[in-house]
């Protein structure tokens, strides 16, 4: 069983920074790909960005230029550095840990709130 625990959210000016932070347990954090996702208000979870085993990156469209995923496997942790936040990338964020496309984890999700 893994265990994700993510940390770094709270509350946020528009055009502020927040570097999130999610620490995988046991010892298939470096061969599995890593997801930040994120849930608002009234709408479906979205994928935010996604980095593989191999450190390949993509992103949703609406973070492109201002969101960086990264990864530590040393340290089994996942970073999510989001700069130039904006009041509709309010949500609660998670974080995914994929083994195989039938197998994952999840967080529970850290807060995310960006205030006008």
């Known amino acids: 069983q893994v265990q994700l625990v993510e940390s770094g959210g709270g509350l946020v000016q528009a055009g502020g920074s927040l570097t999130l932070s999610c620490v995988a347990s046991?010892?298939?954090?470096?061969?599995?790909?890593m997801g930040w996702y994120r849930q608002a208000p009234g709408k479906q979870r979205e994928l935010v960005a996604a980095?593989?085993?191999?450190?390949?990156?993509n992103y949703a469209d609406s973070v492109k230029g201002r969101f960086t995923i990264s990864r530590e496997n040393a340290k089994n942790t996942v970073y999510l550095q989001m700069n130039s936040l904006k009041p509709e990338d309010t949500a609660v964020y998670s974080c995914?840990?994929?083994?195989?496309?039938?197998?994952?984890?999840w967080g529970q999700g850290t807060q995310v709130t960006v205030s006008s």
């Open positions: 046991g010892n298939i954090f470096s061969i599995s790909a």
């Open positions: 995914n840990l994929r083994l195989t496309d039938y197998i994952s984890w």
């Open positions: 980095i593989t085993s191999d450190g390949s990156t």
